[in-house]
């Protein structure tokens, strides 16, 4: 799968996004080394603190379906005219299972930006700073 087709993806998950607050839907699409894609959309709550990013949506569908491991990629898809960073609680999130993770980041008019999870959350804690 080329990186176009998974910011795609990514861009197809705001159909299911539920943004009743922010109506700022954002989707994802996570790349296993097998080629299995895990998407996500961010789903919104009342109770603020209880929403939930796509990209996470994302990465709990994959750990959940047994695949912690060879992650290659993720595209974030937003609708603004900036790009689609991850919240630094994505950030942590990814890093656990993937720190070398590319991160495709997208915006609005469907172009994307790479860059190396490593440099959006330099020093990261994980499961190696346990050791
Ligand atoms: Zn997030």
Redesign the pocket.
């Known amino acids: 799968m080329t990186d176009q087709e998974l910011v795609k993806k990514a861009f197809e998950m705001h159909q299911f996004s539920y943004v009743p607050y922010s109506h700022f839907p954002?989707g994802a699409a996570l790349l296993s080394e097998e080629g299995r894609v895990f998407t996500g959309c961010?789903v919104e709550n009342a109770a603020y603190g209880s929403t939930?990013?796509?990209?996470?949506t994302a990465i709990v569908k994959a750990v959940s379906e047994g695949c912690r491991e060879g992650w290659t990629a993720i595209a974030i898809a937003g609708q603004g005219e900036d790009f689609c960073w991850?919240?630094?609680?994505?950030?942590q999130?990814l890093y656990e299972f993937a720190p070398n993770l590319r991160v495709l980041a997208a915006r609005g008019d469907g172009t994307f930006r790479e860059v190396p999870l490593s440099s959006l959350l330099p020093c990261g804690f994980g499961p190696k700073s346990l050791k």
Not at 52 to 56: H, L, M, N
Not at 86 to 91: D, E, F, I, V, Y
């Open positions: 954002v961010n939930i990013c796509a990209e996470r991850p919240c630094g609680a994505c950030r999130m």
